[in-house]
């Protein structure tokens, strides 16, 4: 089971960026197929972004980032590059990955981090 730990939330204002990460220490993270997924007060959780294992990268994007956001990974680590980041892109960001080989934007993940909260607000 992965031990995901993201961090790089913070609190900052319409059209700043932000740049999280999520980090596993034990296991080779280059195998596994990682979603990007965000909750939002009152709303239910939605994958954000996703990549597929490093042997082909293939990443997918939901509409309402799609030339804001990136997703990277390099080694152990996955970015979410976050730019011009708007009102309704707050919530707690969570990582989670899976070792199934299925599509990432089916967003059927197993082990996921504990978050880390991003605030968008004049």
């Known amino acids: 089971q992965l031990r995901l730990v993201e961090s790089g939330g913070a609190s900052v204002q319409p059209g700043g960026s932000l740049k999280l990460s999520c980090v596993e220490s034990?296991?080779?993270?280059?195998?596994?197929?990682i979603g990007w997924f965000r909750q939002a007060p009152g709303k239910e959780r939605e994958g954000v972004a996703c990549?597929?294992?490093?042997?082909?990268?293939v990443t997918y994007y939901i509409d309402s980032v799609k030339g804001r956001f990136t997703i990277s990974r390099n080694g152990n680590t996955v970015f979410l590059q976050m730019n011009s980041l708007q009102d309704e892109d707050t919530g707690v960001y969570y990582c989670?990955?899976?070792?199934?080989?299925?599509?990432?934007?089916?967003?059927?993940?197993?082990?996921w981090g504990q978050g880390t909260q991003v605030t968008v607000s004049s």
């Open positions: 989670a990955g899976t070792r199934v080989n299925r599509a990432c934007n089916m967003w059927k993940y197993e082990d």
């Open positions: 034990d296991f080779a993270l280059d195998l596994y197929t």
């Open positions: 990549i597929s294992s490093a042997s082909d990268g």
